[in-house]
């Protein structure tokens, strides 16, 4: 395993004049409208331990007043624990000095606001070089980096708006640039698309993806939509009053909430549409191969079903009946080529398709349909009860092989 970019340790933040004396209360676990009333202080976060891959997209999701800000805040320092260790990249940044602390955020981490913070008597040309402008990189080398990202944010032909004459997702288009300009290892995100409309919001959500997909930057984004969490996320942390209630993939959020707060946010996900192939799949199994009738049939003798997938030379053939073996076991013909001709080449999957799209190829097929990878490997089995159990909310037993990142 590598070690994570972003190391979240006994995390504790308390609001309020006097935080270290209500420690103990916190510690104790006691609600945290009791220490308000009793206090006056406000438990921001409790007991936060979480490790962020480099290259991922983290999302922290919960209600409103449950802790996303001040848990993204203390990524870059914006607040100081009360408690506990934030490090990035190994570094303690509750320990930089007023110098490093300025660095960090300068060439290290970018945020983008809900607001958008575009400066308004400056041309969108400006305030995405802005970054550019605050690290003294001369004039044409910052325009010119600018005007590549607001290309690639598709705002080519704006450089010379100001940010009011542009509607909400262009001007957030803006603020994803600007953040990306000074080329940083890690985006913060907080609630950067809440403000958009369905539409322009989904279509900022792709736009992420695929830039993700490219610059494989750690995001750590925060919303209190679970259908963005899950569309964006490769690992999903829930807030409840400051503390975790879980950190999963989403697939595991969604078929294994961890309690009724969880369970409350993931009741009316339309499940067929969120998970996909590869996060609910099965083991792969009954991989025949044998290059003969012969081996093929002892092959299967150990096996439960009366059926294998044959695999020659890596490529998915079809599959072979127990009862086509037997039939052809009679005949003389043992070469590979006698096997190969008994494979019903019927449907497959990969790993990336949603459930939704699933369905009626395993509804279609009379045995579980294989899942193949993109080079053709063999990494799973879905059957058309797999599906209806997920899908009726059964618990799962899905292989949870970390193919979510898969999907997009
Ligand atoms: N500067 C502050 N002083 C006192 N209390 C604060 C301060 N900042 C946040 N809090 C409290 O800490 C808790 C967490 O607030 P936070 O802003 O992190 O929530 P959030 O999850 O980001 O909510 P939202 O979805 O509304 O943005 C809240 O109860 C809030 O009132
Ligand atoms: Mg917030």
């Not at 750590?220 to 569309?231: G, K, S, Y």
């Not at 294998?308 to 009679?330: H, M």
């Amino acid at each position: 395993m590598t070690e994570p970019l972003i190391r979240i340790e006994d995390l504790y933040k308390v609001f309020g004049p006097s935080p270290e004396t209500v420690m103990p209360m916190v510690r104790e676990g006691r609600p945290k409208d009791d220490i308000l009333a009793e206090t006056g202080h406000t438990v921001g976060l409790r007991d936060i331990n979480l490790d962020i891959d480099r290259g991922s997209i983290f999302v922290i999701m919960g209600l409103s007043g449950s802790g996303k800000s001040t848990l993204i805040r203390h990524l870059n320092r914006l607040i100081d624990p009360t408690e506990g260790a934030v490090t990035v990249g190994g570094v303690d940044v509750t320990r930089l000095t007023p110098p490093e602390l300025r660095d960090l955020r300068r060439y290290k981490m970018s945020m983008v606001f809900q607001r958008f913070g575009l400066l308004p008597h400056r041309t969108v040309l400006q305030n995405v070089a802005f970054g550019l402008t605050i690290q003294q990189v001369e004039t044409a080398g910052r325009n010119e980096k600018a005007r590549k990202w607001l290309r690639t944010v598709g705002l080519e032909g704006y450089e010379d708006q100001y940010p009011a004459q542009l509607s909400g997702g262009e001007q957030q288009r803006v603020g994803l640039a600007r953040a990306l300009c000074t080329d940083p290892e890690i985006l913060l995100m907080d609630e950067a698309f809440s403000a958009l409309d369905p539409l322009i919001r989904s279509d900022l959500q792709k736009q992420l993806l695929e830039l993700h997909r490219r610059l494989r930057k750690t995001i750590v984004f925060i919303t209190h939509d679970l259908d963005e969490a899950l569309r964006l996320g490769d690992r999903i942390a829930i807030l409840k009053d400051g503390a975790l209630s879980q950190v999963g993939r989403p697939e595991e959020i969604l078929l294994s909430p961890a309690d009724s707060y969880v369970e409350a946010f993931v009741r009316d996900v339309n499940r067929a549409r969120a998970l996909t192939v590869g996060a609910v799949m099965k083991a792969p199994v009954r991989r025949l191969t044998a290059t003969t009738i012969g081996g093929a049939l002892a092959q299967m003798r150990d096996w439960p079903g009366t059926f294998g997938y044959l695999f020659q030379d890596n490529r998915y053939r079809g599959v072979v009946t127990q009862d086509a073996l037997k039939d052809a076991d009679s005949g003389s013909d043992t070469s590979d080529h006698a096997l190969t001709g008994l494979a019903v080449r019927g449907p497959t999957l990969t790993p990336d398709i949603s459930l939704q799209d699933a369905l009626p190829v395993v509804l279609e097929s009379a045995f579980p349909v294989p899942v193949l990878s993109r080079d053709g490997g063999y990494t799973g089995i879905l059957s058309a009860k797999d599906v209806a159990g997920i899908l009726a909310g059964a618990d799962s037993t899905a292989m949870g092989n970390g193919h979510a990142t898969e999907r997009r």
